[in-house]
């Protein structure tokens, strides 16, 4: 146990769901001085980004309506964690000293190997990408033919929010149309895809992006004055770049505590953590449960108590499809849809209920009064690898 007077340094890298989330609910102690790292000045709502480049709404949030009293907000990205030193290096050469960290960078865009994706294709993974989107449809006519890359569900919300927009839009999936959501909720997106005029691709894959054109894998071309690639994400190199240990992706490896398996005392959350090898989607559902384990963690690692293992159920998506319409699919605890979704006016509402829901009640609630947020839990979690045994560094 530490002396009363102690005070406990915690740096939070990342501002988005899991830790702006994560940074409220440190405040349980008094004796804990948070500083949260993060490269904008404003929280983004990255579930908002497709509605955004549709000028359908915002997706930007001032920190001051979201951050407890107490939280110092540090506009800067980090550069390198720096465990025998415990000091986090900032890109702008500052050096923040810590006693733990909280490891919340989130994930961007996949970057595509496809050629000429990288020059010619728009992103809306982030913010800064996002508005290079918005910018450059709102250079083309209505009628200007746009490709949206990736089935998933971020390729169908910004399909479906310019195609009720009056943009021609066709969706290429990879493989089938919103993979995640059941037969049913398949068909219920493809009909409501078709309605609007969005062509839709299935099975078929791009192999080359031009400046006014796709080229596809079986060879045909077909016209696009603006590409848009929403197949896959990545995470930001912060982990490896600090010798820390990472899956394929690059995320942090951890334990079922969130520890990373290099360090007791960096803890990760969200999107860039690797929980025995084994992440949980990527996702804002699963980024408030994570955020919220991570500072439960380093508390308990604080109050020299065992921190408890993650214990989340998911319990489904929800999916715009423009502003009058969405679905909101059914899943059991492990995340796996079950044929039960709400469509129609009805799925709409429930979507935009959850997107407030987030900022509102989760966020702000924890930093009114931390500590408070639930979850639904129960939800199986694999075993560790014996092959990841942690080794600890700090003492």
């Known amino acids: 146990m530490t002396e009363h007077n102690t ?15 994560a940074a409220n609910r440190l405040r349980q102690r008094d004796d804990v001085d948070v500083t949260l790292v993060n ?7 990255r579930i908002r980004l497709h509605q955004f480049v549709a000028r359908t709404g915002e997706a930007t949030v001032d920190y001051g309506t979201l951050l407890g009293e107490g939280v110092r907000l540090v506009v800067d990205s980090a550069a390198r964690i720096d465990g025998a030193a415990r000091a986090v290096r900032l890109a702008s050469g500052r050096t923040l000293d810590y006693d733990h960290v909280i490891y919340a960078v989130g994930s961007t865009g996949g970057v595509p190997s496809v050629p000429g ?5 728009f992103d809306l993974a982030e913010l800064e990408s996002a508005r290079r ?9 209505l009628d200007a033919p746009v490709t949206v890359v990736g089935g998933g569900l971020t390729g169908v919300e910004t399909a479906a929010e310019l195609a009720e927009r009056g943009r021609r839009v066709t969706l290429v999936c990879g493989r089938s149309l919103a993979p995640y959501l059941s037969a049913g909720g398949r068909r219920y997106v ?11 691709l299935g099975n078929a894959a791009v192999s080359e992006v031009r400046p006014d054109a796709v080229v596809l894998a079986d060879g045909g071309v077909r016209a696009s004055a603006l590409t848009i690639w929403t197949a896959g994400f990545g995470v930001p190199g912060l982990a490896a770049a600090s010798g ?23 803890v990760a959350a969200g999107d860039a953590a690797a929980p025995s090898g084994r992440p949980l989607r990527m996702s804002g559902y699963a980024a408030g449960p994570l955020g919220a384990q991570a500072a439960d963690t380093v508390l308990s690692r604080i109050a020299g108590t065992e921190p408890a293992m993650i214990d989340v159920a998911f319990t489904g998506a929800c999916v715009s499809l423009g502003r009058r319409a969405g679905i909101r699919q059914l899943a059991r605890k492990d995340d796996t849809a079950v044929n039960v979704y709400v469509g129609g006016r009805l799925g709409a509402v429930i979507k935009e209920v959850t997107c407030r829901f987030v900022v509102a009640k989760r966020i702000r609630r924890e930093a009114r009064e931390p500590g408070s947020m639930g979850w639904p839990k129960g939800g199986p979690r694999p075993g ?3 092959s990841a045994a942690r080794v600890v560094t700090s003492p």
Do not use: C, M
Request: charged residues 30%.
């Open 7 to 21: 005070r406990h340094k915690v740096v939070v890298i990342g501002g988005g769901y899991a830790g702006t989330l």
């Open 39 to 45: 490269p904008r000045p404003e929280f983004v709502e």
């Open 117 to 121: 994706a990288a020059e010619f294709a």
């Open 133 to 141: 989107l918005r910018a450059r449809l709102e250079e083309l006519p």
């Open 190 to 200: 493809a009909r409501w895809l078709a309605r609007h005029g969005v062509a839709v």
């Open 244 to 266: 820390l240990r990472t899956d394929a992706l690059g995320r942090l490896l951890t334990d079922e505590t969130l520890t990373s398996l290099d360090d007791d005392r960096i």
């Open 384 to 386: 560790e690898p014996a």
